[in-house]
């Protein structure tokens, strides 16, 4: 159950969003080019970042690089 906690845990590393040209999903809403999120978990497929609304959510790596 590591989602209850999520906002919590320590955070994994920093990255930067690049687009929020989505072809399946809105993401402009919640992501902002050329900001950085923090990822407080990450899979194969997805990075789990607080966005903008202030939740965590999991979005496709392609949007981000890792940040410097």
């Known amino acids: 159950m590591i989602h209850?906690?999520?906002q919590d845990r320590q955070t994994l590393k920093k990255v930067k969003c690049?687009?929020?040209?989505?072809?399946k999903y809105i993401v402009n809403?919640?992501?902002t080019p050329e900001k950085e999120y923090e990822v407080k978990n990450e899979t194969e497929e997805f990075y789990f970042i607080i966005d903008n609304s202030g939740?965590?959510?999991?979005y496709y790596k392609d949007y981000f690089i890792e940040a410097k």
């Open 4 to 6: 209850l906690n999520w």
């Open 18 to 23: 690049v687009h929020t040209d989505a072809n």
């Open 29 to 31: 809403r919640v992501l």
């Open 55 to 58: 939740k965590v959510g999991g």
